[in-house]
């Protein structure tokens, strides 16, 4: 990749910035190729590395804009319905988004990995839609060429504005917006080339299985296993997140990840104890055994949309 900044990810946030902020932002510096718009109302943090912008608007501006742009009504009160309109980001932040080659959507409840490496070693430029999750969009991580085909492609869902009509959370964005890109690209209606024929990050599997031993080191997300992630999704351990002990993150080299906290330091025999007492061996067993038959095994080639059941069609 070339030092210009050709992908951008999009990331509305309000209430109030999670406890590992500083731990994300960090992430993020180690991805220079990658720039991240946080549109917030919020104060911004004291950290603030070079390529995170953090730009003013409120819920109230928001809803202004997603008006002005797709004509739907909505006044967001409900933050999780945030993620219905992410497919929507590349007419919404238009302006924002420019000639980059790229946009995509995230969640902040990541630490990112070394996603230099796995873009150029997908040849990502030679592709129109990049997902961490296997034939469907994931909501944590998704790519998509900055062109009007895929900036309007939501409008091609059938009754889309329905997944609006509501102040929930409707699964738009993983559920009817993915199986309708999907399909599309199956059945050849739509020009373009999709890499996410596997899981490309460290999700809720992996850390149920492995709850010990995950650590981010100078852009790196591994483990003492040997797994290695393109990124971390804490999804779960968000919730149970007690404790940050990062120091001075301006300097931040190294950090543990587990589920009640990012440490620099070796956590207490306590500690440990209460991390191990989540271990689930016949788990890992299981994990491991699925791994040598899909290696032994060749894939099947009727690929299905993952999508949750009844997130289909709306009705």
Request: aromatic share 16%.
């Amino acid at each position: 990749m070339n030092s210009k900044k050709d992908i951008v990810l999009l990331l509305p946030f309000y209430g109030r910035f999670p406890v590992w902020i500083d731990a994300f932002l960090r992430s993020c510096e180690f991805n220079p190729q990658i720039e991240w718009l946080i549109f917030s109302d919020i104060e911004k943090p004291a950290y603030q590395p070079e390529n995170v912008q953090f730009i003013p608007l409120g819920k109230a501006g928001l809803a202004d804009l997603i008006r002005e742009k797709t004509g739907i009504l909505h006044d967001l009160a409900n933050p999780h319905k945030l993620c219905d309109f992410k497919p929507l980001y590349g007419h919404i932040f238009e302006e924002y988004i420019g000639d980059r080659t790229f946009w995509g959507h995230c969640d902040m409840d990541v630490i990112w990995g070394d996603m230099n490496s796995f873009l150029k070693g997908i040849d990502y430029m030679s592709y129109d839609i990049i997902s961490s999750r296997q034939y469907a969009v994931s909501g944590h991580f998704t790519l998509y060429r900055n062109t009007s085909e895929l900036n309007f492609f939501y409008k091609q869902v059938p009754n889309y504005k329905k997944a609006f009509s509501d102040s929930n959370y409707q699964g738009f964005d993983e559920g009817y917006f993915s199986f309708h890109l999907f399909q599309e690209i199956q059945n050849k209606n739509l020009n373009a080339n999709a890499y996410w024929e596997k899981r490309n990050c460290i999700d809720r599997g992996e850390l149920q299985r492995l709850p010990i031993g995950w650590y981010w080191r100078q852009g790196e997300i591994r483990n003492i296993f040997g797994l290695r992630g393109n990124y971390l999704h804490m999804i779960d351990w968000k919730h149970t997140l007690e404790r940050v002990d990062l120091q001075d993150v301006t300097t931040l080299r190294f950090f543990r990840i587990n589920q009640f906290g990012l440490w620099i330091s070796t956590p207490s025999l306590l500690h440990l104890a209460r991390i191990v007492k989540q271990f689930n061996p016949m788990s890992l067993l299981g994990y491991l055994a699925r791994r040598i038959k899909r290696n032994l095994i060749p894939m099947k080639t009727n690929i299905r949309p993952n999508v949750p059941e009844g997130y289909t069609v709306l009705h």
